[in-house]
């Protein structure tokens, strides 16, 4: 579409009429001839068309069409969003529920109004609790039985029920077609329904930028309409939004409310019971002086002995209406029993109205509805019994769309973020002064300036099971606090605990800390896992990097010339002598302890059980097996991993027992003996001092 | 039996390796120092994932119903944790070693690990990083706004604007319980915005809570409700109306005008639409009076006008602080700021301010320079 509003801005209009309302139509269709030079004159030339003379040109053509809209459904497509989402859980007090609709003609393509020139909308959204109407649904509720509706029935009908004229103009497949409806009280109704001069002002189209993927998603014209309710629903109820049509039946919308003109009091116990005593006195407000009943409320609440309000900054309108309420305040007050029902029993239309009696020539105030409901038929005297009664007379409407949603949480967003200074505060981690002086029973500048750092005192059982105060303070802490990047690794959470020298109590946080991440790391069983592996592989790498320095610095002695950095770039050298080279170069002598940590060598002729020949005799086993058994090489006598450690650094280097390479070393090697055995005796006491064997490979 | 016999000068020289010399002589450079998953891990144990609730906030006075706390993350605390990690399995001395040969490196590592953490979760490809681990900050946030909104939408700057260039990088954003909100931020924000969630165009009014945070109304406003204005025409339509004295804002600060909401006497749920229109044109009349030509209004609200009266837009809330570098000055100040399209007020500055001679007293001499007790 042309003329999009700007990215990211919205273009709100009243409404959008659609230049001819759904409903039948006449297309009559009458020609007329004109002579050319005077088009004034009436068109009476033609006896050249006819020569018979009779009327030439055909009589008025009437054909009828029909304008269709949606009616009483509305597919659930027409329906672009709900706020609050349907079945949504959420804090909706202070947000008005609304439908938003993807045609913008909709709420004007019907009227509310009498005249099909009103240009009232027909649509409406209304918001009720769930215990205060009955839903009804297809295919028991059809068009038919919500229109013909009859709530005075037992008096007779209404004269004038809009419901009913409306239900006479349809034909019976429209009758009997299954829609969604409510069943509410009049009463109520009234109360919530905007007013006829409202309905207007609940209802507007939108215009958004199609480019807002979010907001539209395939929608293509940008264009909507709204149709708002006028209710706020309240925490802790569950609600129904109904949109419901409200076509011809402007009659049922009240006309005039008064204003609430004393303050609401949050008092415990706002919720039902309040609405409901508000609602006892809109009843009772429908009658003056004339009438003496006995009403039942609930004095408190009852706003008819309220000081009027003074008047602030209001419209000539706005202080006619709170002048009108004041009327009603100053009107000698019905007597009031003081019956006080129940909360259980307020219920507005189900409760019985005790002892009623009422006079003749009741002249009733209220508007809308009730002005030909009100005596007619709310209340009827039977004469057989004597009493009154009020049957509660509802109202069905026709729902185009209904969801529910539930109110819960308390207050809006922005309220409670503006609360936040009064109720909680906003401030740093860490104890309030007013706090820390409570904690502590002899409370020094001391302690209150630890608390005030976010260390507060616990209680404390010591190994030795003594009960002790120390402080405790969390990571999270109230000011900037130097990482000591020197400090650690510690290897015990007993490291870093911390006496305070000036209270004698112990901090700690540290401590907690630590004991926290090794209860955490222990808890995850893939953590510890993935830990020791990495470990030992440090380990391997580790004992590699020894070896390699302890190598390159005896080939530097052997070789004249020799180039560290050329020996270290051949890694597959470095490996192979580290893979199996090496622990032939380093055997036990040449670097005797390191290489038999376990101290078992010396004492092998006490371990038959670890030499493999008496193994395999002793148990009758073959060669291979004692081999995997015991994770030696009987040939060589070389272990493979096993228990023994010959020669061999196998768990400590990750050494492989290939054979060894040929090549320019071999001649080494193979004497290696004799070639290393002079070093030995001046390095085999320094085997740890490796500021002798520094690496010299490129940095 | 024998023993390691050289074991101390061999854990000595040990210490002096680290994985860097490994990776510079004979092994691949490209590998990293710790494997995946532990960094994962342990950068995740850095953020305080998985932490019991009670070992953050130890006293829940620390963190009443309905309030904010802004902290610094103690490193020195988290590093313990990690040490305490990594001490799993470490029975001799060997492994002690090795643990003082990695301890920088993996430190290091897991600063960098930290602050792409939360970008992994996010399945998105972390981006480079720049410069040190910084000071990490963060808040709690205790309150309905936090069950109640999901969604919420948290940023921090740093250098006196809101600006995509001054954000801070959010290291972790997660609810610790239905109404407690732990966000961490990498360096120290000088400003925190909390917004409401986007969730479209809705209609409302603001409500006027008691300390129950049930609707309270009063004298002027009898039914709790109230509505700030906005302008209906010109360029600023759409914008709430400042409120301003002599062309000076109020205490230097814009105050929006409001209007009560009326509601019907008979069930104050109900809103008055008729007689809210009339408060609203009567009070922009008002507005056009004072103001003048300033100000352009035609004299009635009709129901688009009336709609836009109405529009809730997501509320953010903002804190401001001094956002001090640690350790220089230890106790920032977290003013709240409301920040509402252009609008501020100032509510509170009430935070108790340390002498820092205090802190470090505390932090460096009361509690550091001890000698440990125990250990190896």
């Not at chain 1, 209802?203 to 309409?225: A, M, P």
């Not at chain 1, 105060?469 to 690794?489: D, H």
């Not at chain 2, 998985?50 to 309030?67: H, Q, V």
């Not at chain 2, 970008?119 to 900050?137: F, I, V, Y």
Request: net charge negative; proline share 6%; charged share 20%.
């Amino acid at each position: 579409m042309s003329n999009q509003p700007n990215e990211g801005s919205v273009i709100f209009y009243d409404s959008c009429p659609p230049p001819l309302k759904a409903g039948e139509y006449t297309l009559e269709v009458t020609q007329q001839l004109q002579e050319a030079d005077d088009p004034g004159s009436e068109s009476t030339t033609y006896t050249h068309i006819d020569k018979q003379g009779s009327n030439p040109l055909p009589d008025t053509q009437a054909s009828a069409f029909e304008i269709t809209g949606p009616r009483f459904l509305l597919q659930a497509d027409e329906i672009h969003a709900v706020f609050p989402p349907a079945n949504a859980d959420g804090p909706f007090e202070g947000r008005l529920p609304c439908a938003v609709l993807k045609r913008r003609t909709l709420p004007w393509e019907r009227t509310s109004g009498t005249t099909n020139t009103s240009k009232q909308p027909w649509l409406a959204l209304l918001l009720f609790t769930e215990d205060e109407v009955t839903l009804l649904d297809p295919p028991s509720c059809t068009v038919g039985s919500v229109l013909s509706h009859k709530p005075f029935s037992w008096v007779g009908e209404p004269a004038d029920n809009a419901a009913n004229t409306l239900y006479r103009t349809l034909n019976n497949t429209e009758k009997n077609k299954g829609c969604l409806g409510i069943e509410v009280p009049i009463s109520l109704f009234q109360e919530v329904a905007p007013l006829k001069s409202e309905l207007s002002l609940l209802t507007h189209v939108r215009q958004v930028n199609t480019d807002d993927k979010e907001l539209l998603g395939q929608d293509k014209d940008g264009w909507f309409s709204v149709v708002v309710a006028n209710r706020m629903p309240l925490s802790g109820k569950k609600y129904i939004a109904c949109l419901v049509s409200l076509e011809g039946q402007e009659s049922l919308l009240p006309t005039e409310h008064a204003e609430l003109t004393q303050p609401r009091n949050a008092t415990p116990g706002i919720g039902v019971s309040q609405e409901l005593s508000y609602r006892t006195h809109v009843r009772k407000a429908l009658y003056n002086n004339n009438t003496s009943i006995n009403v039942t409320a609930r004095p408190a609440l009852n706003p008819l002995s309220a000081n009027p309000v003074s008047e602030g900054p209001a419209s000539e309108n706005r202080a006619n209406r709170v002048r009108s309420t004041m009327e009603h305040a100053s009107a000698p007050s019905p007597s009031i029993e003081n019956s006080s029902l129940t909360a259980a029993a307020t219920h507005n239309d189900d409760f019985a109205l005790p002892n009623v009696s009422i006079n003749e020539g009741i002249t009733p105030r209220a508007t809308g509805l009730y002005e030909h409901v009100e005596m007619a038929s709310w209340f009827t005297y039977n004469p057989n019994i004597g009493t009154l009664t009020t049957p509660a007379p509802t109202l069905k409407l026709i729902c185009l769309a209904r969801w529910s949603f539930q109110c819960e949480g308390k207050g809006d967003f922005e309220g409670l973020m503006k609360a936040l200074p009064e109720s909680g505060g906003i401030g740093l981690v860490g104890m309030t002064e007013a706090q820390s002086t409570n904690e502590m029973t002899t409370p020094s500048n001391k302690h209150n300036v630890a608390l005030d750092s976010g260390h507060i005192p616990l209680q404390h059982q010591t190994r030795d099971g003594e009960q002790k105060t120390s402080f405790y303070r969390g990571p999270l802490v109230p000011a900037g606090i130097q990482r000591n990047i020197n400090e650690g690794p510690y290897h015990t959470s007993d490291q870093a605990r911390r006496i305070d020298p000036l209270t004698g109590l112990e901090n700690l946080g540290y401590a907690s800390a630590f004991e926290l991440g090794r209860l955490m790391a222990l808890n995850d069983s893939r953590f510890a896992l993935e830990l020791l592996k990495w470990r030992r592989k440090g380990h391997q790498r580790a004992s590699k990097l020894i070896q390699g320095a302890l190598i390159q610095r005896k080939l530097k002695d052997l070789i004249p010339n020799f180039d560290p950095r050329e020996f270290l770039d051949h890694r597959r050298l470095i490996d192979e002598l580290l893979g199996d080279v090496a622990p032939r170069i380093l055997t036990d002598d040449l670097l005797g302890t390191l290489t038999d940590p376990t101290g078992l060598l010396d004492i092998m002729d006490r371990l038959p059980g670890l030499d493999g020949q008496m193994v395999m005799e002793a148990l009758g086993l073959e060669a291979h097996q004692v081999e995997a058994m015991l994770g030696i090489d009987l040939q060589s006598g070389l272990s493979t991993g096993g228990l023994i450690n010959h020669g061999n650094l196998i768990d400590e280097v990750g050494l492989t027992n290939e054979t060894v390479l040929a090549g320019g070393f071999e001649n080494l090697l193979s004497n290696a003996e004799a070639e290393f055995g002079h070093l030995n005796a001046d390095h085999i006491n320094e085997l740890g001092d490796f500021d002798a064997f520094e690496i010299e490979g490129p940095q | 039996m024998k023993s390691w016999n050289n074991s101390d000068v061999f854990i000595k020289n040990l210490n002096t390796l680290s994985i860097e010399d490994y990776s510079s002589s004979v092994y691949d450079k490209t590998e990293a120092p710790l494997p995946e998953h532990l960094s994962d891990w342990l950068g995740r144990l850095r953020l305080l994932y998985g932490l019991p609730f009670d070992y953050l906030i130890p006293d829940e006075r620390l963190l009443p119903n309905e309030s904010i706390r802004f902290f610094y993350i103690d490193r020195n605390w988290t590093d313990r944790m990690v040490d305490g990690a990594l001490s799993v399995g470490k029975t001799t001395s060997r492994e002690f070693a090795h643990h003082h040969a990695v301890f920088n490196t993996v430190r290091r590592a897991l600063d960098d690990e930290e602050r792409i953490i939360r970008q992994r979760l996010k399945s998105n490809t972390p981006t480079q990083l720049k410069g040190n681990a910084a000071d990490m900050t963060g808040f709690l946030f205790r309150s309905q706004a936090v069950s109640g909104w999901t969604g919420l939408e948290v940023k921090a700057y740093r250098g006196g604007k809101a600006t995509p260039n001054n954000a801070l990088r959010l290291l972790r954003m997660d609810r610790l319980g239905p109404d407690i909100l732990l966000c961490l931020f990498d360096g120290i924000p000088d400003i925190v915005d909390i917004e409401e969630p986007r969730e479209g165009i809705q209609f409302g009014v603001d409500i006027n809570l008691d300390n129950n945070s049930n609707i309270q109304g009063t004298e002027e406003n009898p039914s709790g409700f109230s509505l700030k204005l906005r302008h209906m025409e010109g360029n600023s339509a759409g914008y709430e109306v400042g409120w301003k004295v002599d062309d000076v804002p109020i205490d230097g600060i814009s105050q929006p005008y409001t209007v009560s909401v009326p509601v019907r006497e008979a069930n104050p749920q109900v809103l008055h639409i008729d007689a809210l229109r009339d408060a609203i044109e009567e009070s922009l009349g008002q507005i056009k009076t004072a103001e003048g030509s300033n100000f352009s209004f035609d004299g009635t609200v009709s129901a688009a006008e009336l709609s836009v009266q109405m529009l809730q837009f997501p509320y953010q809330q903002r804190f401001e602080g001094a956002g001090k570098q640690a350790p220089l000055d230890n106790m920032p100040e977290f003013d709240l700021v409301s920040h509402y399209k252009g609008s501020t007020i100032s509510i509170t500055t009430a935070i108790k301010k340390l002498d820092a001679k205090e802190i470090t007293l505390l932090t460096e001499e009361a509690f550091s320079n001890v000698t440990p007790r125990g250990g190896q």
